[in-house]
């Protein structure tokens, strides 16, 4: 079964640096979405991408974030400078079409010192 | 305010036992209400959803608009069930924007 990939696992950094999160959503699908969750807390949306633009975003999706999909295949999330509070895992999905249930990744922690 | 209230952090129950993982949400509006399972060591996975009425591994959950509530059950507790449990709803027009609870741990003993 085709899966949602992120990497890399795990990312340390240091405060104030610039990250980049890259996920490779299911081949066939169209929408895609970032979400995050702070240790202990809830899994929060950040931002949604169709068709090469942002059709959503939550106020956590300040302008230090931007989302881009560069190529056909992948999805990536950047940070440009990190602060200690962004620590947290970071988690892509994809679906085919918009009513359709979330495929989440793996998750990628992101460790801000 | 759009919420979703997971009130239990952790539920413990024996093998075979019944399992009832509570659900309570508040939203203007008619929203899709989901569970989310999270198995150890594995991604985030929809467990089910309210409009598909369907029993997924046993489970089942039923929206109740009267108590805003979505409580998941399951008669009888297995092993395999101990996991990670969220709760998540999201507006007609924002499926892809899901609001999640705080989950619920599910540990089930032999």
């Known amino acids: 079964e085709p899966e949602v990939t992120q990497t890399p696992s795990h990312q340390v950094t240091q405060m104030g640096q610039e990250v980049i999160l890259r996920c490779v959503p299911i081949?066939?699908?169209?929408?895609f979405y970032w979400y995050r969750q702070i240790l202990g807390q809830k899994v929060e949306f950040l931002v949604s991408?169709?068709?090469?633009?942002?059709?959503?975003k939550s106020e956590i999706f300040d302008d230090q974030f931007s989302v881009e999909r560069p190529d056909g295949s992948n999805f990536t999330l950047k940070i440009r400078s990190t602060k200690l509070e962004d620590s947290a895992m970071y988690f892509c999905?994809?679906?085919?079409?918009?009513?359709?249930?979330?495929?989440f990744g793996n998750g990628t922690r992101l460790t801000v010192t | 305010a759009q919420r979703v209230t997971q009130p239990e952090k952790l539920l413990s129950v024996f093998k075979g036992a019944p399992v009832e993982l509570k659900c309570n949400y508040s939203y203007s509006g008619s929203p899709e209400l989901f569970w989310y399972v999270q198995y150890s060591r594995q991604r985030l996975q929809l467990l089910l959803r309210h409009i598909s009425r369907e029993s997924i591994k046993g489970f089942t959950a039923d929206l109740n608009k009267g108590e805003t509530s979505f409580h998941l059950k399951k008669p009888f507790a297995q092993e395999e069930d101990s996991a990670m449990y969220y709760c998540a709803l999201s507006g007609r027009r924002s499926q892809g924007n899901l609001i999640f609870g705080k989950g619920t741990k599910l540990s089930v003993k032999p």
């Open positions: 999905a994809s679906t085919p079409e918009i009513n359709s249930p979330l495929h």
């Open positions: 081949s066939n699908h169209l929408y």
């Open positions: 991408f169709y068709n090469n633009e942002i059709s959503e």
